[in-house]
């Protein structure tokens, strides 16, 4: 089984900067996709930004230009570093990985989520 164990999460206020981690457990794990969802109150989850194994990213276009993906496949963690947060940004922030293991076919494996709340 994959664990993901979001931190990071708090308030910041607008214009600050906060930094999400991830880091993903199991057994014997290939990674091919990381990244990052959210979901504000009342509203469906959405992605934010998504990095491939090999360094391929993608980013929600509200966030082009403020957030930054980033990984360690070595450390199998990914990262979300938000530069200029907006009020809009607050959401609960998860995790998820798209690997398989020596006993699971490819699957996506999702965290519990890290709240962001960006308020002055």
């Known amino acids: 089984q994959v664990q993901l164990v979001e931190s990071g999460g708090g308030l910041v206020q607008p214009g600050g900067s906060l930094r999400l981690s991830c880091s993903a457990s199991?057994?014997?794990?290939?990674?091919?996709?990381m990244g990052w969802y959210r979901q504000a109150s009342g509203k469906e989850r959405e992605l934010v930004a998504t990095i491939t194994s090999d360094g391929g990213t993608h980013y929600a276009d509200s966030v082009k230009g403020r957030f930054a993906i980033s990984s360690d496949n070595a450390k199998e963690m990914v990262f979300l570093q938000m530069n200029s947060p907006k009020p809009e940004d607050t959401a609960r922030y998860y995790c998820k990985v798209v690997c398989q293991t020596v006993l699971s076919p490819v699957r996506e494996y999702w965290g519990k989520g890290t709240l962001v709340t960006v308020s002055s």
């Open positions: 199991g057994n014997s794990l290939t990674i091919y996709l």
